[in-house]
């Protein structure tokens, strides 16, 4: 099964948005400037959906694993 797509409650947390947010996305100090939960959407607690498929298998049949903080 291949990796396809993830759902996600919220873009960071309070360590990861140092790695990925962008310059022009950040505060004067350096901080982040935008929300890290700017659609507001909530899958189980701040949790995430990953969907994965098999591209090899004629039907492509899929499957999801879901987590919950």
């Not at 935008?34 to 004629?58: K, Q």
């Given at each position: 099964?291949?990796?396809?797509l993830t759902?996600?409650?919220?873009?960071?947390?309070?360590?990861?948005?140092?790695?990925?947010?962008?310059?022009?996305?950040?505060?004067?100090?350096?901080?982040?400037?935008?929300?890290?939960?700017?659609?507001g959407l909530?899958?189980?607690?701040?949790?995430?959906?990953?969907?994965?498929?098999?591209?090899?298998?004629?039907?492509?049949?899929?499957d999801h694993?879901?987590?919950?903080?």
């Amino acid at each position: 099964m291949d990796h396809l797509l993830t759902v996600a409650s919220r873009e960071c947390d309070g360590a990861s948005w140092r790695i990925w947010l962008t310059l022009e996305n950040r505060d004067e100090d350096g901080g982040p400037a935008v929300p890290v939960d700017p659609t507001g959407l909530d899958v189980g607690g701040v949790g995430s959906v990953y969907i994965f498929e098999c591209r090899a298998c004629p039907d492509r049949p899929f499957d999801h694993w879901y987590d919950s903080d």
